[in-house]
C-alpha cells in the first residue's frame, strides 16, 4: 500500500520562505504524477502546483514566480519550496500522488502539513 507523508509546514511572516517535503513510500515513485494541493478554512481545495513523470511542472497562476516544485525519484520524495510567501498562502497543504496521471485528479493523498503566513 502506497502511503504518503507531508512534512515541513510552519509559520512564517509575509515575504519569508518555506519548503515543504513528501514522502512516497513504494518501488512506483516514478511512474507517479504528484502534486500539492491546499485547501484554506471556507474554502475549495486548489491545486498548486503538479509535475509529471517527465518532469514538466504546472502551477496556478497565484504561486507562478515563487513556488517551485521538484521530484527526486531516487530518494522517493517530492519537495515544494515556497518563496514570497503571503497571508493568503495560509492553508493546509497536501501531497497527492497517482499513476493515471489524469489532470489534477489524484487518488492518493497525505494527511497535510499546516502553512501559516502572518502578515
Known amino acids: 500500500q502506497v502511503r504518503v507523508v507531508e512534512s515541513g509546514g510552519g509559520s512564517v511572516k509575509a515575504g519569508g520562505s518555506l519548503e515543504l517535503s513528501c514522502l512516497v513510500s513504494?518501488?512506483?515513485?516514478?511512474?507517479?504524477?504528484l502534486a500539492w494541493f491546499r485547501q484554506a478554512p471556507g474554502k475549495e481545495r486548489e491545486g498548486v502546483a503538479d509535475?509529471?513523470?517527465?518532469?514538466?511542472?504546472n502551477y496556478a497562476e497565484s504561486v507562478k514566480g515563487r513556488f517551485t516544485i521538484s521530484r527526486d525519484n531516487a530518494k522517493n520524495s517530492l519537495n515544494l519550496q515556497m518563496n514570497s510567501l503571503k497571508p493568503e498562502d495560509t492553508a493546509m497543504y497536501y501531497c497527492?500522488?497517482?499513476?493515471?496521471?489524469?489532470?489534477?485528479?489524484?487518488?492518493?493523498w497525505g494527511q497535510g502539513t499546516q502553512v501559516t503566513v502572518s502578515s
Open positions: 509535475i509529471r513523470r517527465g518532469g514538466e511542472t
Open positions: 513504494g518501488p512506483t515513485f516514478p511512474y507517479f504524477c
Open positions: 497527492a500522488a497517482d499513476s493515471s496521471c489524469s489532470g489534477w485528479t489524484y487518488a492518493i
